[in-house]
């Protein structure tokens, strides 16, 4: 599992991060090529090795992606602001919007993580049932939609009100809003762990009766018998 998991992070989460810090400017059109070969390469690899898909994974890297390779044209540190900003109103719409649906990006991160272990999906799905998990997944994910609402705001107003002068005024309140609630999410997720964690050692995923991925065999025969 720690290899797989390696991988996943490295490939989906990793990699495009510092593949669009180390190329500069222009030359950045190189990291979105290479981001996408290596993430489209490695979910095709998975699937028939694995048989599996990481969603979240491809979902985070194609998103960061595209958002930095539409980015490549700006070089005012203003504009470049501006564009980050709507890029979290966006993000928090998105979260939102998949809420809706319900299709919350953190239990879909929680399926992925699972299916390391070789868990179907039925297991994942009914031990998030039967341990109550839905409250944990929409309290980290409005917490963290919450903070980058708090977030736009504060920049929205800087762009708006403050202008390009002066819109790092409010510098220093973004970096100890984004603290605070990197505090209260690290909480919530160490909570979160040490929950599965006990589901897992208890073995309540694996021991769940009638949840094997496996397809099943029924004897037409034994049941004609029983009819005579």
């Given at each position: 599992m720690k290899k797989r998991l390696l991988g996943d992070v490295l490939i989906y989460f990793?990699?495009?991060?510092?593949?669009?810090?180390?190329?500069?400017?222009?030359?950045?059109?190189?990291?979105?090529?290479?981001s996408f070969i290596l993430f489209i390469s490695y979910s095709i690899l998975i699937k028939y090795t694995q048989c599996r898909f990481n969603l979240s994974g491809i979902l985070f890297a194609s998103i960061y992606t595209v958002i930095q390779s539409l980015k490549i044209s700006l070089t005012d540190p203003y504009h470049i602001y501006i564009y980050d900003s709507y890029c979290l109103l966006l993000l928090s719409i998105f979260i939102i919007t998949l809420n809706l649906f319900n299709k919350n990006i953190f239990k879909q991160l929680y399926i992925d993580v699972l299916k390391l272990l070789n868990l179907s999906q039925v297991q994942i799905m009914n031990t998030i049932k039967r341990n109550n998990l839905y409250k944990d997944f929409y309290k980290i994910t409005n917490i963290a939609n919450l903070h980058i609402l708090i977030l736009v705001l504060i920049r929205l107003y800087s762009i708006i009100i403050l202008g390009k002068n002066e819109y790092l005024k409010n510098l220093n309140l973004e970096i100890v809003i984004c603290t605070l609630f990197f505090?209260?999410?690290?909480?919530?997720?160490?909570?979160?762990?040490?929950?599965?964690?006990?589901?897992?050692?208890?073995g309540k995923i694996k021991n769940i009766k009638f949840m094997s991925s496996e397809p099943r065999v029924i004897n037409f025969d034994k049941y004609k018998n029983l009819n005579k």
């Open positions: 990793i990699a495009p991060i510092i593949l669009f810090a180390f190329f500069k400017e222009k030359v950045k059109f190189y990291s979105t090529i290479i505090i209260i999410e690290a909480v919530l997720v160490t909570y979160f762990k040490r929950k599965i964690n006990d589901i897992l050692q208890n």
